[in-house]
């Protein structure tokens, strides 16, 4: 991994951007999708809307964390409006990095956490 796809100083993601990182993950996905792949994730605990999801897209779009794909499905299959979303290289070194920090803050509050049953 080069410099350039190691993920820089920035503030703290949402919590939406990191639930778009995860929910586009190594797919192509549109708007849509990835709002549906966020509530399966959650079990449905998580439900955003479009105007959360679309500004947190451009948001990741300027940050480079995410890129619009190229390529489109078959306009008999699909839509041809909609716009389909990937992660970058930096994208997915910063998804990869914030599942590591998370992972690790879960196994900090494991111990105690299951005693609370």
Same mark, same amino acid.
């Given at each position: 991994?080069? #410099?350039?796809?190691?993920? @820089?100083?920035? $503030?703290?993601?949402?919590r939406?951007? /990191?639930?778009? &990182? *995860?929910?586009? +993950?190594?797919?192509?996905?549109?708007?849509?999708?990835?709002?549906?792949?966020?509530?399966?994730? #959650?079990?449905?605990a998580? @439900?955003?809307? $479009?105007?959360?999801?679309?500004t947190? /897209?451009?948001? &990741? *779009?300027?940050? +480079?964390?995410?890129?619009?794909?190229?390529?489109?499905?078959?306009?008999e299959?699909?839509?041809?409006?909609?716009?389909?979303? @990937?992660?970058?290289?930096?994208?997915?070194?910063?998804?990869?990095?914030?599942?590591?920090?998370?992972?690790?803050l879960?196994?900090a509050?494991?111990?105690?956490?299951?005693?609370?049953?």
């Open positions: 991994m080069t #410099t350039a796809d190691q993920p @820089r100083a920035t $503030p703290p993601l949402s939406t951007a /990191i639930h778009v &990182l *995860l929910a586009i +993950g190594p797919e192509e996905r549109h708007g849509y999708a990835i709002m549906s792949e966020i509530s399966r994730m #959650t079990d449905g998580v @439900r955003l809307g $479009p105007g959360g999801i679309y947190t /897209i451009r948001k &990741l *779009l300027d940050d +480079g964390l995410i890129e619009e794909s190229d390529e489109r499905p078959d306009t299959l699909d839509d041809a409006r909609r716009r389909y979303y @990937r992660l970058s290289s930096l994208g997915r070194a910063v998804a990869a990095s914030e599942v590591r920090r998370l992972n690790t879960v196994e509050a494991r111990p105690w956490a299951l005693e609370a049953r």
